[in-house]
């Protein structure tokens, strides 16, 4: 099992290392947007991001993605 890279970055400093930060979701990384300290946001792989939605609507990531195409 590969083991889920993450990292906490505040708003001022993913506007400085935005390409950097879009560069490791594409790798696998996910990215947490803090502001004061407290988890707002996450920039994540579009697979990860696209099975969190299936998720929601009850079905497979996979045929969500068809359905939309």
Do not use: W
């Not at 407290?38 to 099975?51: H, N, Q, S, Y």
Request: hydrophobic share 40%.
């Amino acid at each position: 099992m590969a083991e889920i890279s993450s990292k906490d970055m505040g708003i001022r400093e993913l506007r400085q290392n935005l390409s950097e930060r879009l560069g490791a979701a594409v790798k696998g990384e996910i990215t947490y947007v803090t502001s004061h300290g407290l988890r707002i946001a996450a920039i994540v792989p579009v697979a990860d991001g696209e099975a969190i939605e299936a998720s929601k609507k009850g079905t497979p990531a996979q045929e969500s993605a068809a359905a939309d195409s």
